[in-house]
């Protein structure tokens, strides 16, 4: 699919460079081999892209949010399901250049793939127009979550949920938790818990239940690694 069929397509993709173009919408398995024709690359530099269009945002939109409040709706807005989404609006998913056994396993659907391609579109509007043209793209296609979020619509408590999809996206890693103590009588119970990701303790967390204790467990973890993300990328790397 070349980048002359994307007006043909009714999709507007604000990137003059037509190779840069057809590297954003180019998956791995389209590449037969050759890694640094696939939107990989882009993916990286949009995913830092959104996550600073994503920060700036809210820290302009809730002067009054704490940095632990605005850590958790960035995470919340920034995961791949909602990119996923915004990756549909965009029009990108009829856009993506797949092998055909991607394409018949059902990659043009899958939340992970489109993900990664509206990260690496972002990231190729950066490149070809620079900062105000990748904002512009990315908050239009993002907007009705941001006016879920606004409405408290969009829920940001569940932690587990959003370290995992965060995890996964980024080194395609499920967190584990244990519980390493337990305190207190049958009916007034504290524990304590540590979630790992392998053998790294990214986090801990305290509750009256496991539930609870897992969830503020995660709530760290997801401080914690977007803190260390470059020194995460070369651990799991």
Known sequence: MRFWRL???GVHLPIRNKQLAAQALTHRSHTEGELLA?????ELLGDAVVGLIIAEYLYQRYPQWDQGQLSKARASIV???VLCEAAKRAGIAGLLRLSSAEEASGG????SILADAFEAVVGAIYLDSGYKAARDYTLQHLQPELDALETGAMPIQDYKSLLQERTQAWW???PTYEV???TGTPHN??????VKLRDLIAGQGVGPSKKQAEQNA??????YTEQNRRQLDETFG
């Open 189 to 194: 119970k504290t524990f304590v818990v540590r």
């Open 108 to 111: 043009r659907e899958r939340p």
């Open 180 to 182: 390493v103590e337990e």
């Open 7 to 9: 007006k043909k397509a």
């Open 218 to 223: 995660a709530a760290h973890a997801l401080q």
């Open 38 to 42: 696939s939107n990989e690359r882009l």
């Open 79 to 81: 995961r791949a399901s």
């Open 172 to 174: 395609r890693i499920t």
